[in-house]
């Protein structure tokens, strides 16, 4: 049975940092792409970053310069070190694994893109 767990959210101020951390079993968890969604309320749900097998990342362009994305394989751990936090980045934060070892341009889709999703990490940054 495969299960992913987030965890590492929190309440931040403006400009502050934090780190996610997901760890993930049940699956050879060094095959596959992994990826960090975002949840805003009343929003749809978009792709924050996407790591693959190799190491090769990516990232919305909203966080880019900000976030990064790692992994160590040895830990079964996924990582999201998030920098220079603004109140936009304030949402519900998710977890998950491709079915894929790459992060190809479907990747955004999340769904159908990724098959294991963890429940989710609340992020709050206040102004």
């Known amino acids: 049975q495969v299960q992913v767990v987030e965890s590492g959210g929190g309440l931040v101020q403006t400009g502050g940092s934090l780190r996610l951390s997901c760890t993930a079993s049940?699956?050879?968890?060094?095959?596959?792409?992994m990826g960090w969604f975002r949840q805003a309320p009343g929003k749809e749900r978009e792709g924050a970053s996407c790591?693959?097998?190799?190491?090769?990342?990516v990232y919305l362009d909203s966080v880019k310069g900000r976030f990064t994305i790692s992994r160590d394989n040895a830990k079964n751990t996924l990582y999201l070190q998030m920098n220079s936090l603004k109140p936009e980045d304030t949402a519900m934060y998710y977890c998950?694994?491709?079915?894929?070892?790459?992060?190809?341009?479907?990747?955004?889709?999340?769904?159908?893109?990724?098959?294991?999703w963890g429940q989710g990490t609340q992020v709050t940054v206040s102004s």
């Open positions: 998950a694994a491709a079915w894929a070892s790459y992060c190809s341009v479907s990747w955004r889709k999340g769904e159908g893109y990724f098959n294991y």
């Open positions: 049940g699956l050879t968890f060094g095959t596959y792409a």
């Open positions: 790591i693959s097998r190799g190491g090769t990342t």
